[in-house]
């Protein structure tokens, strides 16, 4: 049985700033069947300005303000882990300072997320790395110079780290023409890392065809309700949608647990009814100099097929043949039933058969 795919719920800031709505996150995450729920740690004096200076004045940066009312305690954020342990399901968070490393590294976490905008900074995926075995480094908007350098830093400096990268693009949405799911497999076979993908995109077609270039884990975001005012509502998936995309990746890859150079058990079946089989056209004596004219080509198969014509084509029979009996070694006939345990079932199958 081939693993199933893992599916990281991506909650982010879509609490609001509001630790009930938080749980109300976590309880959607569980019912969709994801492996996990991740929040963003986003505290606004390790991310971003409080004012702009535009040339003569400074200006007040309304993003950070937003961004300082939605900030949670630490006492907040322990009740909200406390309750995603509760309903059985692992949580955590991406990271944007090394304030957020250590309260993720306080609350306990399997894994650490690195966002897009922090692949170059060094600094702070050091930090990560520290603190957690597991490190997911989100590769929007990098060349593959940048994510070369980065992990060259992490394997040089952190040899122990489980560093796993995660194919991005940094578009929200992003539409389905930009996705580039190949760029998980060019990935893949540049660093021999693990690769993820996280979805920007509305649908689910882009993930199945990450699924396809071996991503082995899916980020995708989703929200309570996508009217809510905030930064990432409008774009994420609601409950039924999550659950949806959960469902299609997992159904995905069962299409995928056959290795490439084996046949299904059910095929084998029919490649003997549905392959053809040498039998004689008429009552063909003993001695008999067969030609082609004296040979059937049709179903179900028998010890001679088509490509085998040769082999019997101007050989003499050693035994009388009847008609519409199958060719066997040596010139002997052989019954069609001598496929078949019951030679009725082999009809019954051809009848049922679809698609032949």
């Given at each position: 049985?081939?693993?199933?795919?893992?599916?990281?719920?991506?909650?982010?800031?879509?609490?609001?700033?509001?630790?009930?709505?938080?749980?109300?996150?976590?309880?959607?995450?569980?019912?969709?069947?994801?492996?996990?729920?991740?929040?963003?740690?986003?505290?606004?004096?390790?991310?971003?300005?409080?004012?702009?200076?535009?040339?003569?004045?400074?200006?007040?940066?309304?993003?950070?303000?937003?961004?300082?009312?939605?900030?949670?305690?630490?006492?907040?954020?322990?009740?909200?882990?406390?309750?995603?342990?509760?309903?059985?399901?692992?949580?955590?968070?991406?990271?944007?300072?090394?304030?957020?490393?250590?309260?993720?590294?306080?609350?306990?976490?399997?894994?650490?997320?690195?966002?897009?905008?922090?692949?170059?900074?060094?600094?702070?995926?050091?930090?990560?790395?520290?603190?957690?075995?597991?490190?997911?480094?989100?590769?929007?908007?990098?060349?593959?110079?940048?994510?070369?350098?980065m992990v060259a830093f992490v394997r040089e400096s952190y040899p122990e780290t489980d560093l796993q990268l995660m194919h991005c693009v940094s578009s929200y949405p992003c539409p389905l023409n930009e996705a580039n799911t190949q760029r998980v497999s060019l990935l893949r076979h540049s660093f021999d890392l693990c690769v993820g993908y996280s979805d920007h995109t509305e649908g689910t077609e882009s993930a199945v065809m990450a699924l396809v270039q071996g991503a082995t884990f899916f980020e995708k975001h989703f929200t309570v309700d996508r009217n809510q005012p905030g930064f990432d509502h409008a774009h994420a998936m609601e409950s039924a949608e999550l659950m949806n995309?959960?469902?299609?990746?997992?159904?995905?890859?069962?299409?995928?647990?056959?290795?490439?150079?084996?046949?299904?058990?059910?095929?084998?079946?029919?490649?003997?009814?549905?392959?053809?089989?040498?039998?004689?056209?008429?009552?063909?004596?003993?001695?008999?100099?067969?030609?082609?004219?004296?040979?059937?080509?049709?179903?179900?198969?028998?010890?001679?097929?088509?490509?085998?014509?040769?082999?019997?084509?101007?050989?003499?029979?050693?035994?009388?043949?009847?008609?519409?009996?199958?060719?066997?070694?040596?010139?002997?006939?052989?019954?069609?039933?001598?496929?078949?345990?019951?030679?009725?079932?082999?009809?019954?199958?051809?009848?049922?058969?679809?698609?032949?």
């Amino acid at each position: 049985m081939a693993q199933r795919p893992e599916v990281i719920a991506e909650a982010g800031s879509n609490h609001n700033g509001d630790p009930e709505r938080a749980r109300q996150l976590v309880d959607v995450a569980v019912e969709s069947g994801a492996s996990s729920v991740k929040f963003q740690f986003i505290f606004a004096d390790g991310l971003y300005l409080p004012e702009f200076f535009d040339g003569e004045r400074k200006v007040r940066n309304p993003v950070f303000d937003q961004r300082k009312k939605e900030e949670l305690t630490e006492t907040e954020w322990s009740s909200i882990w406390e309750y995603a342990h509760g309903k059985g399901i692992p949580v955590s968070a991406s990271v944007f300072c090394e304030r957020g490393v250590q309260l993720l590294y306080r609350l306990g976490s399997p894994y650490v997320k690195i966002a897009s905008t922090d692949l170059t900074n060094h600094n702070l995926i050091g930090k990560a790395c520290q603190c957690f075995q597991r490190v997911i480094v989100s590769t929007g908007m990098a060349s593959l110079s940048e994510i070369d350098g980065m992990v060259a830093f992490v394997r040089e400096s952190y040899p122990e780290t489980d560093l796993q990268l995660m194919h991005c693009v940094s578009s929200y949405p992003c539409p389905l023409n930009e996705a580039n799911t190949q760029r998980v497999s060019l990935l893949r076979h540049s660093f021999d890392l693990c690769v993820g993908y996280s979805d920007h995109t509305e649908g689910t077609e882009s993930a199945v065809m990450a699924l396809v270039q071996g991503a082995t884990f899916f980020e995708k975001h989703f929200t309570v309700d996508r009217n809510q005012p905030g930064f990432d509502h409008a774009h994420a998936m609601e409950s039924a949608e999550l659950m949806n995309y959960v469902r299609t990746l997992a159904d995905s890859m069962i299409s995928l647990e056959k290795p490439a150079n084996q046949s299904s058990s059910e095929e084998l079946v029919s490649k003997i009814r549905a392959r053809r089989g040498i039998y004689a056209a008429k009552d063909l004596p003993a001695g008999h100099i067969l030609t082609k004219e004296d040979l059937l080509f049709v179903r179900p198969s028998s010890s001679f097929s088509g490509k085998d014509v040769s082999l019997l084509v101007g050989k003499a029979l050693a035994q009388d043949v009847p008609q519409y009996a199958a060719l066997g070694e040596g010139g002997q006939a052989m019954v069609v039933e001598s496929n078949w345990r019951d030679a009725s079932a082999y009809w019954k199958n051809e009848m049922d058969a679809k698609n032949m």
